[in-house]
């Protein structure tokens, strides 16, 4: 085992594409961009694919990161977890979190966890999509990377 591995510490993400991209599969992955990019904040930067069907599609996350779909039914390993998942998002600030909160509360999606502070220091919520993808937003940014 590297020392890294056995004694983690932080590592600058400055000026490297982001590593960690959740992949998931959607029945109408085109709906789930859609609330994606409208509701949370997600910017499209790919989407591959005809008519309704996504090939392959990337998401940013403005404060980094990102996230990968496509659409269920094209004979992927994802089939099988079509329309599940769950995925933390951090943003900035209370602010932030407050302002997205209202927007999930006037869409198609649920909170499943309203919006509240934790005892970590994290001020945030839950929802799932209306495809049933659960995603939280807080600010927590992790062990080390939010001091």
């Known amino acids: 085992m590297s020392s890294t591995a056995a004694n983690p510490e932080r590592i600058s993400t400055d000026n490297h594409a982001p590593n960690v991209w959740p992949c998931l599969a959607y029945t109408d992955a085109r709906g789930a961009i859609r609330f994606l990019v409208d509701t949370l904040g997600f910017t499209e930067s790919a989407c ?36 599940s998942g769950s995925v933390y998002l951090v943003v900035p600030d209370s602010a932030l979190a407050d302002a997205l909160y209202e927007k999930v509360r006037a869409s198609a999606a649920t909170i499943t966890v309203e919006l509240r502070d934790e005892d970590y220091g994290s001020h945030g919520f839950s929802c799932r999509d209306p495809q049933g993808v659960y995603w939280s937003i807080g600010t927590y940014a992790g062990h080390g990377f939010g001091e």
């Open 48 to 83: 591959y694919g005809d008519g309704d069907t996504v090939d392959h599609a990337e998401l940013t996350w403005p404060y980094g990161g990102g996230v990968m779909l496509g659409s269920a039914g094209r004979d992927t390993p994802l089939d099988q977890h079509a329309d």
